[in-house]
């Protein structure tokens, strides 16, 4: 991931070293490089368009012309405006002042949610919380008993309903398999009942978007009140990553993004897009099948590797 961004982007600096002075020209020819080295790596138009634009007029600016080093002053702009772009400051989790914590995930079929949901559970209990996984994906056959068999790995522990029979022990809503919402509601009941202090709810996705989906996605958001909704995406698709962004935060709205299989050898984009695009911060990234491959997101981290 990044890596032909990153050789691009490090080449186009590196040809300003050595100036003294740059000319306004010098710095057209960088700009017009980072734009192609962008656009390459499939981040979406209007980013890159703002970005570069903000890039030319500090460049351009006193900033540079009377800095000891020219070169170096423009690479530390351009670190600081791509930190902007992926965000800025490292964005946490917001813990509810009265647990349980209510997370949900969205995004579409494949994008890494059941996945996401033990790697978040893994994740919480190292940070000393008593994690719940809640299944209401009940389209896909099978998201069920994977998300059983990741919380089992992780050790944490999955309220999911049984086919055909009523869940919930003591205590809970005696709701039958078959509806989301209430699956989601008596999970966090359950959580309520059994003090646990975070609720991920694993929630269905579609191989598109589609009404259905997002009025599903909605109800259970209203029924669960969560204090974070993370629309997960898949980072290989690429400039769909943003269409698929803006559908889910016009249809379900959510407060934080993940990034999903930054392992893979796309190029990047949406990693750079969806920022800005929607709004909100990327909070965690995933890079890998394996509950160890999760980590918080961190925009500095994250601009450095890229810049090399
Ligand atoms: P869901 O439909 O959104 O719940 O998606 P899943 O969690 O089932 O993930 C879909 C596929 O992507 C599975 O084969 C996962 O093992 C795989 N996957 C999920 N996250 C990652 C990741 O970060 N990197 C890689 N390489 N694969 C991932």
Redesign the pocket.
Known sequence: MFDSLSDRLTGALKDLRGKGRLSDADIDRTCREIRLALLEADVSLPVVRAFIARIKERAKGAEVSAALNPAQTVVKIVNEELIGILGGETRRVRFAKNPPTVIMLA??????????AGKLGNWLKQQGHTPLLVAC?LQ?PG?VS?LQIVGERAGVQVFAPHPGTSIGGEGTLGVTSGDPVSVAKAGVDEAKAKHYDVVVI?TA?RLGIDAELMKQASDIRDATSPDEVLF?VDAMIGQDAVSTAEAFADGVGFTGVVL?????DARGGAALSVREVTGQPIMFA????KLE?FDVFHPDRMASRILG
Not at 260 to 264: A, N, P, Q, S, V
């Open positions: 995004g579409l079929q494949g994008a890494g949610k059941t996945t996401l994906d896909r998201a994977q694993d996705g997960v999903t299989k930054l392992d893979g995933s890079s890998g099948e491959d």
